[in-house]
């Protein structure tokens, strides 16, 4: 990692490999961007590893993971008001969150320039849904940069950063989960280490920044000349980019992996349609798009997600009386998920039977990629709290999971937690699966991060509105899903020790009475905890706390003299009546074909969590494991 921050702080030119979570952050650092903040998501968290790689002494910004994105978004917010170049950066349904404040941002004068930084999720690989945030883009008046690579990530960052401090308003970047992973060799420019200048340079009279009463519509009709005059500057902009096939009568419009996905493709064509490839795809840079569309007889729209740009294009070419036959979407499929090459050659023989050969090479050999079912980690604090809660809860009883690695508790052989929306939303959820209920026990669980990120708000309503349900606070101490990032209990921020805001304490402080707490190791008294939150009559919570074993082990392991320890099965006791396997479902325990179970060397952490779900006690204690060198616990 340290090669990594001293790759990114070089001061000339140079050439890596990098995928463009980390081209990202060279750019910012390029750029002079002063102030960046998150929330952890995935395809974005590579981007908050690239930048912990350089040392909290030398970075030459500020970063912080804030409680959730709209929060993130506010800091930078304020901070570009002080003039500095600001960034934030989070997953796709975090602009959900941030919503309320990012559709504000184009109506202020954000003097020090401010990158918003978004991963879409086509292929939801992360993600509730694959919802495409350029429709918030459109309502916000906010212009969006789609670039294709990672190359294109780290110049069109320094595009949007250049613009957005020039005309200051905020600028979209919008990634995908491909180009955020993707790795390519990129050219980078130098870095002159200059700090700027940090006089705090906040002044009303740069406003008006109070959208009330008179100043709504002068601010609209700022935001609104903001983006006409974006239109300008990306009929002209380098950043949009035509393919030229000498093919006058087809034509492909297209941006972002789309356009990847196309070009590898259209190697098996014979006659290639030409491309215009857009990098800024709102506001749509109509005199380029009109341009393309008079000088072809078909243009196929290849857009992945929404037919956003569909729609624009073929206003416009109504408005305009212009006779180019246009093909968008054509069946319900070509809404859904990531536009891979298969996708894509999919959809151009569709639209164009003739011009793709029947089978690609690429389809022939595709190889055989068994699927990998998401599960709980050996060891999972989460694993043993599920084990112990269902033999709590009556077969009746609704059970609701919030977002984080114990959404996974919803699989066999827990099927635990039956409904999940989105974060924080599991309490009031269950909330109103109570009304009119007398008959079926609810219980909704949240994870810790998420408790600070969205789920207060549920639990004070609960309180205050006397919805009488269990939540289980799955406290681990980690935000683990997405890799481990501190939270506001963690007692670490992204870049030193901090005070920790204990979870108990900050449930006592809303007025929560019924709080239990239980090690989620030990697995009679959760059970037991359970049953007597259940019975109270009013709004419960149990705090089911294990720190995260992959982070715990991790750390373990780094630790010198460390041995890995397992546990056996003794052959001479195990009934074969499998418990282990059916009810408690480590992934380290192996069924054997003549009925055995065995333990998985590679995989057992040795925790001994299991113990405890053999009737026959046939799990022995966890002891060294044989022949182990001393590097792993
Ligand atoms: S990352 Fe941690 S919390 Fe998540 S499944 Fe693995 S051990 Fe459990
Ligand atoms: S001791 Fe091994 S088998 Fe038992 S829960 Fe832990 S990882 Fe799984």
């Keep these: 990692m340290k090669k990594m921050g001293d790759m990114l702080l070089r001061k000339g030119s140079f050439s890596e490999i990098v995928m463009g979570n980390t081209a990202l952050v060279r750019a910012m650092i390029e750029s002079g961007t002063r102030v960046v903040a998150a929330y952890p998501g995935s395809p974005t968290p590579e981007i908050a590893d690239a930048i912990g790689a350089i040392s909290k002494e030398t970075r030459p910004f500020?970063?912080?993971?804030?409680?959730?994105?709209?929060?993130?978004?506010?800091?930078?917010?304020?901070?570009?008001?002080?003039?500095?170049?600001?960034?934030?950066?989070?997953?796709?349904?975090?602009?959900?969150?941030?919503?309320?404040?990012?559709?504000?941002?184009?109506?202020?004068?954000?003097?020090?320039?401010?990158?918003?930084?978004?991963?879409?999720?086509?292929?939801?690989?992360?993600?509730?849904?694959?919802?495409?945030?350029?429709?918030?883009?459109?309502?916000?008046?906010?212009?969006?940069?789609?670039?294709?690579?990672?190359?294109?990530?780290?110049?069109?960052?320094?595009?949007?950063?250049?613009?957005?401090?020039?005309?200051?308003?905020?600028?979209?970047?919008?990634?995908?989960?491909?180009?955020?992973?993707?790795?390519?060799?990129?050219?980078?420019?130098?870095?002159?280490?200059?700090?700027?200048?940090?006089?705090?340079?906040?002044?009303?009279?740069?406003?008006?920044?109070?959208?009330?009463?008179?100043?709504?519509?002068?601010?609209?009709?700022?935001?609104?000349?903001?983006?006409?005059?974006?239109?300008?500057?990306?009929?002209?902009?380098?950043?949009?980019?035509?393919?030229?096939?000498?093919?006058?009568?087809?034509?492909?419009?297209?941006?972002?992996?789309?356009?990847?996905?196309?070009?590898?493709?259209?190697?098996?064509?014979?006659?290639?349609?030409?491309?215009?490839k857009l990098g800024i795809v709102h506001p749509l840079p109509r005199q380029v798009v009109r341009d393309f569309l008079k000088s072809h007889r078909e243009v196929k729209l290849l857009e992945e997600l929404d037919n956003v740009l569909e729609k624009e294009i073929k206003l416009m070419a109504f408005d305009e009386k212009l006779d180019t036959t246009i093909i968008g979407k054509q069946e319900l499929e070509d809404w859904i998920d990531e536009y891979t090459p298969d996708k894509v050659s999919a959809i151009i023989r569709k639209t164009w039977p003739d011009m793709l050969p029947l089978k690609t090479e690429r389809e022939i050999d595709k190889p055989y990629v068994p699927m990998r079912p998401a599960q709980m980690c050996p060891g999972c604090g989460h694993r043993s709290a599920f084990h112990a809660i269902k033999k709590a809860l009556d077969e009746n009883a609704i059970t609701v999971a919030d977002i984080g690695c114990h959404t996974l508790g919803f699989m066999p052989p827990y099927g635990v937690g039956e409904i999940l929306m989105c974060m924080g939303a599991s309490t009031a959820m269950g909330s109103g699966l109570s009304l009119f209920n007398t008959t079926r026990k609810v219980?909704?669980?949240?994870?810790?991060?998420?408790?600070?990120?969205?789920?207060?708000?549920?639990?004070?309503?609960?309180?205050?509105?006397?919805?009488?349900?269990?939540?289980?606070?799955?406290?681990?101490?980690?935000?683990?899903?997405?890799?481990?990032?501190?939270?506001?209990?963690?007692?670490?921020?992204?870049?030193?020790?901090?005070?920790?805001?204990?979870?108990?304490?900050?449930?006592?402080?809303?007025?929560?009475?019924?709080?239990?707490?239980?090690?989620?190791?030990?697995?009679?008294?959760?059970?037991?905890?359970?049953?007597?939150?259940?019975?109270?009559d009013a709004f419960s919570?149990?705090?089911?706390?294990?720190?995260?074993?992959?982070?715990?082990?991790?750390?373990?392991?780094?630790?010198?003299?460390?041995?890995?320890?397992?546990?056996?099965?003794?052959?001479?006791?195990?009934?074969?009546?499998?418990?282990?396997?059916?009810?408690f479902g480590c992934p380290t325990f192996v069924l054997e074909k003549d009925n055995r179970i065995t333990v998985n060397p590679d995989l057992c952490i040795g925790d001994g969590s299991c113990r405890q779900t053999c009737p026959a006690e046939a799990i022995g204690a966890p002891e060294t494991a044989q022949g182990d060198s001393n590097e792993t616990v």
């Design 62 to 276: 500020y970063f912080e993971f804030s409680t959730n994105e709209k929060v993130a978004a506010e800091i930078t917010f304020g901070a570009a008001l002080n003039g500095h170049l600001s960034t934030v950066f989070f997953k796709s349904v975090g602009l959900n969150v941030a919503a309320d404040t990012f559709v504000q941002l184009n109506h202020m004068n954000i003097i020090g320039g401010m990158v918003v930084v978004i991963g879409d999720d086509p292929g939801a690989n992360s993600s509730q849904n694959e919802q495409d945030n350029r429709h918030y883009a459109h309502m916000s008046y906010i212009p969006v940069f789609e670039p294709a690579s990672p190359t294109e990530v780290y110049t069109f960052y320094k595009a949007a950063a250049e613009l957005s401090r020039k005309m200051q308003m905020p600028i979209l970047l919008r990634l995908t989960t491909h180009v955020c992973h993707a790795k390519e060799k990129v050219r980078f420019g130098g870095w002159d280490p200059q700090l700027p200048d940090d006089t705090p340079a906040f002044d009303p009279g740069n406003g008006p920044y109070i959208p009330l009463t008179t100043e709504v519509f002068p601010m609209k009709r700022r935001a609104l000349q903001r983006l006409a005059d974006v239109e300008a500057y990306a009929n002209h902009a380098p950043l949009n980019t035509c393919v030229d096939h000498d093919n006058p009568k087809q034509g492909i419009i297209t941006m972002g992996l789309p356009f990847l996905s196309l070009m590898d493709v259209l190697q098996e064509a014979e006659k290639k349609p030409d491309i215009l």
């Design 443 to 536: 219980v909704a669980f949240l994870g810790d991060s998420t408790f600070f990120h969205a789920g207060l708000p549920g639990i004070v309503n609960a309180v205050f509105n006397k919805h009488p349900i269990t939540l289980i606070l799955m406290e681990n101490g980690t935000t683990a899903m997405t890799g481990h990032q501190d939270h506001a209990a963690s007692g670490r921020n992204f870049n030193e020790v901090t005070d920790r805001i204990p979870v108990r304490q900050v449930l006592e402080g809303l007025g929560v009475t019924h709080i239990y707490e239980v090690d989620t190791y030990q697995q009679s008294r959760l059970t037991e905890r359970v049953k007597q939150a259940l019975n109270d």
């Design 541 to 583: 919570v149990v705090i089911a706390k294990h720190p995260c074993m992959l982070k715990f082990n991790r750390e373990q392991r780094r630790k010198p003299g460390c041995q890995a320890r397992q546990v056996h099965i003794d052959q001479n006791k195990c009934r074969q009546i499998h418990k282990c396997v059916e009810r």
